[in-house]
Nanobody, 123 residues
């Protein structure tokens, strides 16, 4: 069992930056690919990005590539999402997820979800 707790969300102006964190419980964090998803208001949840178990590979949705960066610290059981050049359309609830691999997360295969953290970008 893995429990995921996100933090770092909030209100930011367009063009600004935020860093989300996701802390995982358990001793098997490094066994999972980790990812971030988001759900904009009145829309379906969508993939944002994922990182491999060792942090060597990352994948991003086209809409965030070049602006968002995923990283992980296996010693701290934490995955991060650095979000730069934020736009109003990035407004959403952001969810952390654990899955079998980063590739699996890309196609929506997840094992565990966090509770989500709200990010609001004002234009």
């Amino acid at each position: 069992q893995v429990q995921l707790v996100e933090s770092g969300g909030g209100l930011v102006q367009a063009g600004g930056s935020l860093r989300l964190s996701c802390a995982a419980s358990g001793r098997t964090f490094s066994s999972y690919g980790m990812g971030w998803f988001r759900q904009p208001p009145e829309k379906d949840r969508e993939f944002v990005g994922a990182i491999s178990r060792d942090g060597g590979s990352t994948y991003y949705a086209a809409s965030v590539k070049g602006r968002f960066t995923i990283s992980r610290d296996n010693a701290k059981n934490t995955v991060y999402l650095q979000m730069n050049s934020l736009k109003a359309e990035d407004t959403a609830v952001y969810y952390c997820a654990a899955g079998p691999s980063a590739n699996a997360l890309r196609v929506g295969r997840t094992d565990y979800w966090g509770q989500g953290t709200q990010v609001t970008v004002s234009s």
